[in-house]
């Protein structure tokens, strides 16, 4: 009896320690539970809204509207919800369909989509059709529409054409096809390099055409952009719509040029109101098309797990992605200067 006792209380003092140390062991695991949960909750859901709060709070002028678009981020009401920036509106297709690879895309600027003449934007069918017309009636646009896409596969295309006939002209083969398939060689990299640079200046006219249509369209809150979807096809170039509240971006903008001027060597440069103004108005419509281009292709979205990456900038004028700012703050003033071969191409 003695032993079993002893062996009882031992079992229970041994139960004891396990429970004590159960005890001891549950705050600690709780801690570490509690330090491994926060982290994934605030990138997802909080940072955003607090961030948003934040940029309502920095420039009271804007109140009122920055505070609808806040009420959007927080409130589930689907109907009731504000549009927000870098929102896509509409997307216009081209109305002709036949014969793709050969005539040029055609649309319709009288057909004003349904979204754009909708209570939240309320565009005009005559603004719809100058903006359109304004854009697809250039010649740029044309260009850029024909070529852009085709240039480089063509130029291919009828390089290998000539080859071959130079090899069927002459069978026997030898020292003189050697030199002329050097030549062709030679011939080819020459033609794929006139043809990057013309691609270069195609887009580089066609960012023109969107600039000065946008014109019409920034006090719409809506700004236009073309993406080019397809490859060989030029039926496949979309118009796009955007929503998008340029005024706080363009506060932004200023500063960055103010930064940039006073710091411009070898003088700094010094601006008027009015040239201010305009230098902005200019900058930020001159970065919409490729605004736009890297918009649709997904690259301007904030990362949403840590898997995606670390971005440099958080939520700004734009709930999801950069912010027309942001990315003249990244393209335009932060970019890095280019080698004498980056910039011919
Ligand atoms: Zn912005």
């Not at 509207?65 to 009420?71: E, I, M, N, T, Y």
């Not at 909708?118 to 044309?142: C, E, N, P, Y």
């Not at 008027?272 to 281009?293: F, G, P, V």
Request: charged content about 25%; some cysteine; aromatic content about 8%.
């Amino acid at each position: 009896m003695g032993t079993s006792k002893e062996e009882w209380v031992s079992f229970d003092s041994e139960l004891k320690v396990d429970r004590e140390a159960g005890v001891q062991d549950d705050p600690l695991r709780e801690v570490s539970l509690d330090e491994e949960k926060p982290p994934p909750v605030p990138p997802r859901t909080k940072t955003p809204e607090a961030v948003a709060e934040i940029t309502v709070s920095k420039q009271e002028e804007t109140a009122p509207r920055r505070l609808s678009v806040d009420a959007g981020i927080k409130s589930g009401d689907v109907e009731q919800r504000p549009i927000r920036n870098s929102k896509i509106m509409a997307t216009v297709f081209p109305t002709n369909a036949h014969l793709a690879w050969i005539i040029p895309p055609k649309y319709d600027p009288t057909k004003l989509p349904q979204t754009l003449s909708a209570s939240g934007v309320g565009l005009q069918v005559d603004v719809f059709s100058l903006v359109m017309r304004h854009i697809t009636d250039d010649i740029r646009f044309k260009a850029y529409a024909i070529g852009f896409s085709r240039i480089l596969p063509i130029w291919v295309v009828f390089s290998i054409v000539v080859l071959l006939l130079m090899l069927i002209s002459s069978p026997d083969g030898g020292f003189s096809v050697m030199v002329m398939t050097f030549l062709w060689t030679i011939m080819l990299l020459v033609g794929v390099f006139f043809g990057i640079i013309i691609r270069k200046h195609l887009k580089i006219g066609l960012a023109q055409v969107v600039s000065e249509a946008n014109k019409h369209l920034l006090h719409h809150n809506l700004i236009v952009g073309v993406q080019d979807r397809g490859q060989l096809s030029c039926h496949k170039v979309v118009i796009i719509f955007m929503y998008y509240q340029t005024q706080d971006c363009l506060v932004d903008i200023e500063k960055q040029l103010r930064i940039s001027n006073s710091t411009a060597k070898p003088k700094p440069i010094l601006m008027t109101h009015d040239e201010m103004a305009n230098a902005c108005d200019q900058l930020l419509r001159d970065h919409i098309q490729i605004y736009i281009k890297s918009f649709v292709k997904r690259r301007l979205l904030f990362p949403t797990r840590p898997s995606e990456g670390v971005s440099d900038f958080r939520p700004k004028h734009s709930p999801k992605n950069h912010c027309l700012c942001q990315f003249i703050e990244e393209e335009y003033f932060n970019s890095y200067k280019k080698t004498w071969y980056e910039k011919l191409v």
